[in-house]
């Protein structure tokens, strides 16, 4: 089947949504998206998205670029980090504009919670930037966007899943994709594509993502020579469930909750002695990684407590000398919990048995979020070298893209705020590029690649391998090499495994052979795209040697801004990954040490 639209957007989570919004308010626009809109993963995201807005205390858009700076280790452009910290305030009104229900203040303002490595830069203490909707905050983002799209007539396919990309002559001709419910090939023939198709944590088995996160987007723009930028910084998140890795939101710390050892003593003093509890993911991974090795994990397990109790909580705002606004000693109660953290309560009950009121919960860092990815400039246009040569007509946004507003870290609350920020510069600029550019032929047999791909895992005759067996193995070995702490030795075993496991996915078996809803088929198609990007991850971490950020070499502990301070990008030439680097852009603050 042939579908011609100006626009189209690969994705339905809150950056394509977004995108998807601004576009279709100027030219013919489709989304194709490989689940129904409203299961993306951007639903999932509990704890809120920052603005300074200072609703509670004082905050500046400029102190909210400092801290997104320093938190990223120095790696992100601060041209991007500025663009997106200063559009904030204006996004996060937007979306309340469109109706989405924030949590109030008494004076009836945005209310706001502070977030790790979020602070006045002047007293160095937490500061409420994160604005929430209960500790469903994506969730809420993404019925008000999908609601706002539907009210302005986009059109969805939903269940669509693009396998392919098309370029020619080096500008963007369209994509195709597998529509589930048919097993029919669609080409979508368009003057702009954008790529909103999430993160990729299902490269680990420890992981806060959704199953359908498998990297689609990198691997095709990989497959099509297009190079991916920083891809050995991938996110643990200090609080996932422990052996499930379901998120536990670090508003859970934001609301007073801290981290506990065997011993019973507040470990993140040691490593953080000012933001304690609240310093960035990298530096609370590997501080419960580091308690673990030593031996104070809860009954020699991996994993230490995460504690909300009010008792205890109310015990450290004592100690910390936690005031309220007017003065009064600052307290939590059963009640606040319920209020401000009821899917949290609602998840640890459920699958832990564990009542956080009344019990600590048992915790371990879980694989959450790609800083790397697709690289963009602040328009979300792709670039395709380290001279940021545009490849006109192709868009990326959200998680799947490096503007770089992480760098090599991203602090909670900025992923909310990036998808929505630059979706929307998507969403203009491509109404500009179809306003000034015609259609262009597409390709001859524009399905071709395609079809080869499936065929060729379709009829595998001498199907042994599972699909199954081949993700486990690559995830459990990420987890262990690849994961917080990294070392030559194992990075090498590990692109090693990683050989290995693409020569056996060479024979894996499909039972289903046919057409409607073959989710096998489909599986093992994500399967392919999991690997290449693990492949990258892996080659990307062996090359960079030195600590930056969520990658910590063992064997290289320090930051090396002087070999260092540059962003990775990594293409397939000949079946191999060839590492090129780029510089990193630095407008007013020189790289300085973290202090925490
Ligand atoms: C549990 C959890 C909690 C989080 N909490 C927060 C938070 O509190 N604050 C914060 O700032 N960030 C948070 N994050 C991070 C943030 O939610 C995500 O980074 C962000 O929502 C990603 O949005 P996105 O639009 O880029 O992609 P997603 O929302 O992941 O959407 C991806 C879309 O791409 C589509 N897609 C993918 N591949 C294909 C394909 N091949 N064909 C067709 N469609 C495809 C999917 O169908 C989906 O619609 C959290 C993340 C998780 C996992």
Redesign the pocket.
Known sequence: MYHKYDAVI?????????AALYASRGVRTAV??????T????????????AALGNHEEDHPEWHTFDTIKGSDYLADQDAVKTMCYEAVDIVYELEHMGLPFNRTKEGKIAQRP?GGHTNNVTKQPVRR?C?AA?R??HM??QTLYQQCIKNNVTFFDE????DLLVEDGTTRGVV?LEIATGELHVFHAKAVLF????W?KVWSI????H???G??PA?ALRRGIPLEDMEFFQF?PTGIYKMG??I???VRGEGGVLINNEGERFMERYAPTIKDLASRDVVSRAIYLEIRAGRGIDGKNYVYLDVRPETVNKYFDLDGKKNPDGTPRRITAADIEAKLPDIADFTRTYLGIDPITQPMPVQPTA???MGGIPTDVWARVLIDGKRTVLPGFYA?????CVSVHGAN?L????????NVF?KRAGIDMVRYCRENDFLPLPKEPEAFAREQLESLRSRQDGRERVADIRREMQEMMMEHVGVFREEPGLKQAIDTIKDLQDRYQHIAIDDKGKRFNTDLLEAW?LG?LLDVAEVTTAAALSRKESRGAHYREDYPKRDDKKWLRHSLALRKDGKIELRYKPVTITEYEPKERVY
């Open positions: 690969v994705g339905a989570g809150g950056a394509g949504l977004m194709l998206t490989k689940l129904y809109p299961r993306s993963h951007t639903g999932t995201a509990q704890g809120g998205v920052g977030f994160a929430y500790d905050t994506g983002i993404l669509f899943h693009v396998l994709a909103a198709t999430g993160g944590g992981t806060s993502n959704a359908t996160l498998t689609d987007g095709i998140h379901i998120l939101t670090e508003g959450h979020y790609a946004a959200g998680e799947v893209a991203r909670g609350t900025n992923s909310l705020l990036d998808i979706g994500e795209a």
